[in-house]
């Protein structure tokens, strides 16, 4: 394929995204009319509160992707010390981030979502000293930061939800709906990244426009988000993680719903670190490949596939069995779309289009697997437990990058297959163990032993729980 033939064809997969995004938002739509009148009421409002500082946070950590590693090629750092730093922000993740975010069961949800905010901002602030033990805090930070991002936002929205005793279709909805805006949001976050570096003064300005966006997240939540806790159930810090972990091994299902979310997103850092040197050696002009243009198609399949789980989960009543079984298809659909990909010889058109489907596997994926998280954790654990899930994630992703640059890519692409493979087995092992049981509602307290929006801290759920210092930050 030629250079020409290679760009109608990215043309034409965004005129199917966007005639894809077009016929299932207007499906979507139906597919809640069976949804009571209070339950849209509930659901709109959560969506509202949620959904600004969600897609705020999210923004903040798209806009860094594209320029971390050019700003450390700025400061006259080698492959291997850029690769150390890496590994230290996935160590830091697998270490110090678990057990911060496995505070906020006992600090507050709320908190830890602010936690993320600061950790994330000082992190982005450190891009500006050439000094490298100072970069390599900064990856320390945003290794914690991303462990934030991933579990406490996602506890605070479960917990709120099953306060106002939305039903599981409710919470698929806004989980779609979260996971459909942070691909648009991802999107602009490109865009406006590219313009920044491009008129407003090089690639250190995404990073120095993220704390000011940043404290107007932070403030958002502070203004409009109640906190909530755990059930008290860790009685302190260190009992927290333990409890998450005793929690966690407690139901042969729930290790098994771990391992299948930690491989698909194991695999799609994987696909991440080599996507770009695949098309390159597949293109017949590697040097004019838009990847800004390339990047946008993949998430438009991301929000193709979140539109689809939206109508395979939010019109039925076993919306927990539907999403493990909805699972089953789309690892096998990735597991389709990387297999041509580790022939050398495999066209550069058939990679891409296997490139998409992945894409539109993980965008269906996300809002799936949060729903079953959301129906399968207890809530005295549920940001521990998040958090602990995400341990082979990125134990995976630190060998990976130690190993950088001395395997093929072939035997990279074998390893995201294998990944996908195990956790297909995975989720067939989660259905025997009943993964997809009857819903059941999810007690979350009650919300009147809840501090107010406005901040005010007020009683423990427990007696158990009354010593525990106030969490607003």
């Known amino acids: 394929m030629d250079t020409r033939g290679e760009t109608e064809l990215l043309w034409w997969h965004g005129a199917a995204v966007l005639t894809c995004i077009l016929v299932l938002s207007r499906k979507g739509q139906t597919d809640t009319k069976n949804f009571t009148p209070d339950e849209k009421q509930q659901l709109a ?24 590693f050019k700003v450390y090629l700025t400061y006259g750092l080698d492959e291997e010390h850029i690769g150390k730093l890496y590994i230290a922000g996935f160590g830091a993740s697998l270490t110090l981030g678990t057990y911060i975010a496995s505070l906020a069961d006992t600090r507050g949800r709320r908190a830890g979502c602010i936690w993320y905010c600061i950790a994330c901002a ?11 033990l100072v970069l390599m805090l900064g990856r320390v930070l945003g290794g914690i930061a991303t462990s934030l991002l991933f579990s406490t936002f996602e506890s605070w929205c479960v917990t709120e939800a099953s306060r106002s005793k939305l039903p ?72 927290s993680l ?8 407690s139901k042969p299902k729930l290790p098994l719903l771990g391992l299948i979310g930690s491989l698909f997103d194991a695999a799609l850092y994987i696909f ?33 596939g979140a539109l689809a789980c939206q109508m395979a989960l939010c019109n039925g009543q076993r919306v927990a069995l539907n999403a493990a079984r909805l699972l089953l298809v789309l690892l096998t659909l990735a597991c389709v779309g990387l297999v041509p990909c580790i022939d050398a010889t495999t066209s550069y058109a ?9 894409e539109f596997a993980f965008g269906a994926y996300s809002p799936a697997i949060a729903l079953l998280r959301a129906y399968h ?9 998040t958090a602990i899930f995400r341990t082979p994630t990125n134990l995976s992703v630190c060998l990976i990058l130690f190993y950088a640059g001395r395997i093929p890519e072939s035997m990279e692409i074998q390893l995201c297959i294998c990944l ?33 929006a406005n901040g005010d801290h007020v009683k423990a759920r427990h007696p158990s729980t009354e010593s525990k210092r106030s969490m607003d930050v």
């Not at 602009?188 to 990073?207: K, Q």
């Open 45 to 68: 409002a959560l969506k509202r509160q949620y959904l600004p500082p969600y897609l705020l946070a999210t923004f903040c950590d798209w806009i860094q992707g594209p320029y971390q």
């Open 168 to 239: 599981s279709k409710c919470l698929a909805s806004l989980f779609t709906t979260a996971s459909f805006l942070n691909g648009l949001t991802a999107i602009g976050a490109s865009l406006i990244g590219h313009g920044l570096v491009v008129y407003a003064g090089g690639v250190l300005t995404p990073f120095n426009i993220v704390p000011f966006v940043l404290i107007t997240c932070s403030y958002v939540m502070y203004a409009n988000w109640s906190e909530n806790y755990g059930d008290g159930a860790a009685e302190d810090d260190a009992g």
């Open 377 to 385: 954790l207890d809530d005295s654990h549920r940001t521990a437990v």
């Open 272 to 304: 991440i670190f080599l996507w770009t040197l695949s098309l390159e050696r597949r293109s017949a002009d590697p040097t004019h490949i838009p990847y800004g243009l390339a990047f946008a198609l993949f998430m438009g399949w991301c929000m193709i």
């Open 420 to 452: 996908l493979v195990v956790a297909l087995c995975a989720n067939v092992a989660f259905l025997s163990f009943g993964g997809g049981e009857k819903d059941e509602p999810l007690d979350a307290g009650d919300p009147s032993e809840y501090p107010k």
């Open 350 to 358: 058939t990679v891409f289009n296997g490139f998409c489907l992945l």
């Open 122 to 132: 000082l992190s982005c602030l450190t891009k500006n000293s050439p000094i490298y």
């Open 242 to 249: 333990q409890g998450g972990l005793t929690f966690m091994f």
